[in-house]
């Protein structure tokens, strides 16, 4: 049982008030970091595909390319710097996503109540693009496959002991431009 001291507060009640101290001060902490993570998305522009009926947001200071014929369909990149980008593949010759029984890397992720099944790439780029971490989120529609591929470039500077691949499935920018990934 806990006696009232004249000499100040018990010590189970000052240990508990550090203990709540701490845990305002850490949360505040990690939801400052949350906030400094949130994306601006206010200057964005859309990009509209009627031919193939799909729509993405993305920065206003990104190069959209234009949609050219790669083999079984069509690609578009958009450039958002000179070490990130993201690339839309629209197959309609032989449409296929991955299987997801063939691997424990791939997931079933939801874009706009689309499924898509999401993968590490980066093997599959390293003869075009030996120094990129890639992710490809594979959906269909309508008979026609769509591959959305972030990716980002890194150097050869692997032999730094500090260095660290780019993190392209936390990357805020390029998860945001997916998440408005839509069929209109």
């Excluded at 578009?76 to 449409?95: A, D, R």
């Excluded at 299987?99 to 706009?112: E, F």
């Excluded at 780029?125 to 992710?135: D, G, R, T």
């Amino acid at each position: 049982m806990l006696k009232y001291s004249k000499r100040g507060i018990s010590t189970p009640i000052a240990i508990g008030s550090i203990f709540v101290l701490v845990f305002m001060v850490g949360g505040g902490f990690l939801a400052y970091q949350y906030q400094r993570t949130e994306v601006e998305t206010e200057n964005w522009k859309t990009y509209r595909n009627d031919e193939y009926g799909f729509e993405i947001e993305y920065p206003e200071d990104t190069q959209v390319g234009n949609l050219v014929y790669i083999p079984r369909g069509k690609n578009i990149t958009f450039k958002l710097s000179s070490t990130k980008e993201l690339e839309i593949n629209i197959f309609t010759e032989n449409p296929k996503c991955p299987d997801t029984t063939l691997g424990s890397d791939i997931s079933n992720v939801s874009i706009n109540d689309v499924n898509f099944m999401k993968q590490y790439a980066s093997r599959n780029y390293s003869v075009v693009y030996p120094y990129a971490v890639a992710y490809e989120y594979c959906g269909m529609s309508d008979g026609i496959e769509y591959k959305l591929v972030p990716k980002i470039y890194y150097s050869k500077n692997q032999n730094d002991p500090n260095f660290v691949l780019p993190d392209v499935d936390n990357d805020s920018v390029l998860n945001q431009m997916i998440s408005t990934f839509k069929f209109f």
